[in-house]
């Protein structure tokens, strides 16, 4: 058997576990050392008999004096034990395991643990864990020390679970070359692997378990922090591109003669974008900043940087749409300095010359078009993989580029998630920007809410009611319970207003016709399910209600939020929540107050774990075995070493179980949405 081997052919696993073990992702042996415990019971400490109280959960080890098994009245099996520890007896009782017999005999030693209960008027263990003393006198593996628990599934309980892991571990922990050098284990103070595999397992204290968990997350995201910045580093390396002069004066004269300044943020963005741009290796850079923070005059500052070194820029946004509202903003920003803007989208080809074209991702399959491509802008949406960067090569150069986005994402986490890209972060609104004012409604103004809606939409205005979240993703069942919720809105709560109704099931044709119908205001009201992306800008709508507020991320709402607000009228969100508990209250009270994405994403990140900033991610998400992306300090400390180490050695040679260990598998599993 190898740490690759299948777990089928791991003896008392067979084909029946394997298929309950891949629901927890195991697949192979490695898999199956690898899915470590989330906490430890103490069974350490053995009690005397003469001590046990009822209802204390209690590890004693004794002599079995006498086993048997009996029947109840009705005919169930009962196993009956009396145990004697020099202190006192104490009887056990088992219901259902008449094959207990075979394991546990008159005259055996063996520690029991579990809850003391009074059974036949005697203090008795009821359904306790054994297991039989060895003749070593060492620790059990279910008893008598600190038990690890572990994730499980239908028929794969811990019990089992130790059982399984604790001879594969004798057999492999030491078989696991350690990728760490043994440099970074000494200044960083961290155990070895083999330690760590084994103390994860079956620590000998917590102390030890703590430290396993500790070098077991250090790996983790240090392999996952070599790997993008492997990645970055193949980026510069290989692609050459074209180094731009910045003309600072006709650029400031652009500047100045737009109808308000740059915010602070604006500017910094731009000057790390111009940075780049005068590097003959091609910028990657990621431009985070939430709707309306001013992404878009960013992007055209460095299109026209591009401009004025006579190079074209390819513009693409996610739907055509937004192409289109693309075109109309860059051709009012540029068109008047001698800027060839142009569109191409489906229904629209553009036939003449240009400097920049603006259109969806089908723009990538036109690129020949491009005479002198020296720059290519994504708004939003899909990452763009390596192999789309590739086609945008011309005449081998590669194009600098920029990618924009409003999803909100912790500079930690984007450092992990997106390390081979840099980051410019626009964290900061435009002055004059009317905050949306949020409410988390308590349940018994609901009404007032449906009243308030009533009154908006009879003046003129327009609302969004997002539906109840049944599933987080589109299932039929989430559809129907839309359908439901439109209809009881539209037939009991609000039978004088106009509704329509969004879900994601249906056709992109279909959808259209909706919005369409929404912009055009032949609804007052937009019922739509949380999964639906209203990405589009409807100015007249000022109201978004949102149902089970409570079930989504902080940032997630502040997106829903950003659907409102877009117009000059003053907006609201209105928050309901599913449970009405405390906490989640609390949680959801910060929305009011907060109004910057990147600022609730941390707050998510600090509070909820990364899952939350998860759902906000259009693509797949890591999934880390024990280290966590809210770990702040770690990321940053594993950030620094691999840095240190790839400028150092950019081909690890001095490193080769680094080396190997990246070759062996991406540390950084990308699951496909
Ligand atoms: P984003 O692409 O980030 O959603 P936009 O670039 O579309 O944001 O900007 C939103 C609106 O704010 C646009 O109407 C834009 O003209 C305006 N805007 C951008 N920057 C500023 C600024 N510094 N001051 C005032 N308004 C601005
Ligand atoms: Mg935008």
């Known amino acids: ?90 009887q056990a009782v088992w219901f259902n395991q008449p094959y207990l017999t075979r394991n546990l005999k008159n005259g055996q030693r063996a520690t029991f643990a579990g809850k003391v209960d009074n059974f036949n008027h005697l203090i008795t263990l009821v359904n306790p864990e054994y297991e039989v003393t060895r003749e070593n006198g060492r620790p059990g593996i279910h008893t008598g020390r600190l038990v690890p628990i572990y994730p499980e599934t239908t028929k794969v309980s811990s019990k089992w679970l130790r059982s399984r892991i604790k001879p594969l571990l004798d057999i492999f922990a030491h078989r696991f070359p350690d990728p760490l050098p043994a440099e970074v284990l000494k200044n960083k103070n961290l155990l070895d692997l083999t330690t760590s595999l084994t103390q994860i397992h079956f620590p000998d204290n917590l102390t030890l378990a703590k430290r396993a968990r500790e070098r077991l997350s250090f790996e983790e995201l240090f392999l996952i922090q070599l790997n993008v910045l492997k990645r970055k580093t193949e980026w510069r390396r290989f692609q050459s591109g074209n180094a731009f002069q910045i003309h600072r004066e006709k650029i400031e004269a652009f500047l100045n003669n737009l109808p308000f300044r740059l915010t602070q943020a604006q500017n910094r963005c731009l000057e790390e974008i111009f940075k780049d741009l005068q590097k003959a290796e091609p910028m990657n850079r990621l431009l985070e900043g939430d709707v309306g923070s001013g992404k878009t005059l960013v992007a055209a500052g460095a299109a026209y940087a591009a401009y004025l ?63 002198n491509l020296g720059l290519t802008i994504i708004d939003e949406q899909h990452r763009f993989g390596v192999e789309q960067r590739a086609k945008l090569r011309q005449k081998g150069k590669t194009p600098h580029i920029l990618t924009m986005t409003a999803t909100p994402i912790p500079r930690t986490m984007a450092l992990t998630l997106y390390g081979d890209l840099d980051l410019s972060i626009l964290d900061e609104m435009p002055p004059g920007r009317i905050k949306i004012k949020t409410y988390v409604v308590p349940r018994e103004k609901r009404n007032g809410a449906y009243d308030f809606i009533k009154k908006k939409t009879q003046e003129g205005q327009q609302a969004f009611i997002i539906c109840p979240l049944i599933e987080p993703s589109e299932t039929l069942s989430s559809v129907r319970s839309a359908r439901k919720e439109f209809e009881r809105l539209q037939s009991e709560v609000l039978p004088e207003s106009k509704l329509g109704l969004l879900h994601g099931r249906l056709k992109p044709k ?25 990405g589009i800008d409807i100015p007249n709508a000022t109201v978004m209600m949102i149902e089970s507020a409570d079930r989504f991320g902080l940032a997630q709402l502040h997106q829903l939020r950003g659907r409102v ?55 797949g998400v890591p999934s880390l075995k024990i280290a966590s992306l809210a770990d702040a300090k770690l990321v940053i400390e594993t950030r620094t070493l691999a840095e240190k180490i790839v400028l150092e050695d950019e081909t690890l040679q001095r490193y080769p179980g680094l080396k190997q260990r990246l070759s062996e598998k991406s540390p950084l599993h990308i699951s496909p949405n």
């Open 1 to 90: 058997m190898e740490i690759s081997t299948p777990v089928n052919r791991i003896p008392r696993v067979g084909s029946a576990y394997a298929r309950r073990l891949e629901r927890l992702g195991i697949k192979t042996i490695e898999d199956l050392i690898y899915h470590f415990p989330f906490r430890y019971e103490d069974l350490s400490k053995f009690e005397a008999v003469s001590e046990v109280r009822e209802g204390e959960v209690v590890t004693i080890q004794g002599e079995i004096w006498q086993i048997r098994n009996t029947k109840t009245k009705n005919g169930k099996f009962l196993t009956l034990a009396t145990i004697n520890d020099g202190t006192g007896t104490i």
């Open 510 to 534: 279909e959808k259209e016709e909706v919005l369409t119908k929404f912009r055009n205001k032949s609804f007052d009201i937009l019922v739509a399910t949380p999964v639906v992306e209203v």
């Open 309 to 371: 070194n006579g190079f074209q820029t390819a513009f693409m946004a996610p739907t055509e749409v937004l192409a289109e509202q693309h075109f109309k903003t860059l051709t009012e920003l540029l068109s008047s300095l001698g800027v060839r803007v142009g569109l191409q989208t489906g229904s629209r080809k553009w036939k003449e010359s240009f400097d920049i074209l603006v259109g969806t991702h089908a723009l990538l399959s036109v690129s020949t078009q491009f005479e």
């Open 565 to 619: 607000g877009r117009g000059q009228q003053e907006s609201y969100c209105l928050l309901f929540l599913d449970n009405y508990s405390p906490s989640s209250f609390k949680r959801l009270k910060v929305m009011e107050k907060h109004h910057l994405g990147v600022e609730l994403a941390e707050i998510d990140l600090q509070t909820r774990g990364p899952g939350e900033i998860y759902g906000t991610l259009q693509h």
